[in-house]
């Protein structure tokens, strides 16, 4: 379970966070779209810096579990397309595929307000400086052996 983060005062392009939020324009990635293996993915198109926010998680194709900020635990149904607070668009976050042991992003959690009041969201910030061109990466936080072994046939956890 992902924990909560305090402040996105820490975070270097913090004033714009709430706006790429709520309007999924994020800067910096493109989508591949035949990853031998994977399918979909999303690369780097610029240089990111250590810390920096990538993207906004909520919309990911599996259920997140988190706890936010007063220390509730919450889940994203990520699982749903389109999400209820983006209905028209396809969200990179829902793009960025797993990797347990290559991942160059971090989840974390945080309360924000985009202008129609606060929401948790889960973002996805660069572990270490990330080149151009390159895979984003994040561990989802399950294994084969999670749930039971439900996934012990998924090859690539
Ligand atoms: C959040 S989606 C990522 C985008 C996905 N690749 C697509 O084409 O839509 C999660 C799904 O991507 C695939 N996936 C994620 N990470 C992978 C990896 N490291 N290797 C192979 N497939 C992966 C799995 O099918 C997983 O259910």
New binding site residues.
């Given amino acids: 379970m992902w924990k909560p983060e305090g402040s996105m005062e820490d975070i270097p392009q913090d004033k714009y966070i709430r706006r790429y939020v709520s309007n999924q324009k994020w800067k910096g990635l493109v989508v591949s779209d035949n990853?031998p293996?994977?399918?979909?993915?999303v690369y780097t198109s610029r240089r990111f810096q250590k810390g920096e926010v990538n993207v906004e998680a909520g919309d990911?194709?599996?259920l997140y579990f988190c706890k936010n900020a007063r220390q509730e635990a919450f889940c994203i149904d990520?699982q749903t397309f389109p999400c209820p607070c983006h209905p028209d668009m396809e969200t990179f976050g829902?793009?960025?595929?797993?990797?347990g042991k290559r991942a160059n992003l971090q989840p974390h959690c945080f309360n924000i307000d985009t202008g129609e009041g606060p929401r948790d969201v889960v973002l996805l910030i660069a572990k270490n400086d990330i080149e151009t061109n390159k895979e984003l990466?994040f561990d989802?936080g399950v294994r084969r052996k999670s749930f039971k072994g439900e996934g012990m046939d998924?090859e690539?956890l």
């Fill in positions: 990853i293996g994977k399918g979909r993915g990911l194709g599996y990520a829902r793009l960025i595929d797993h990797s990466l989802y998924l690539w």
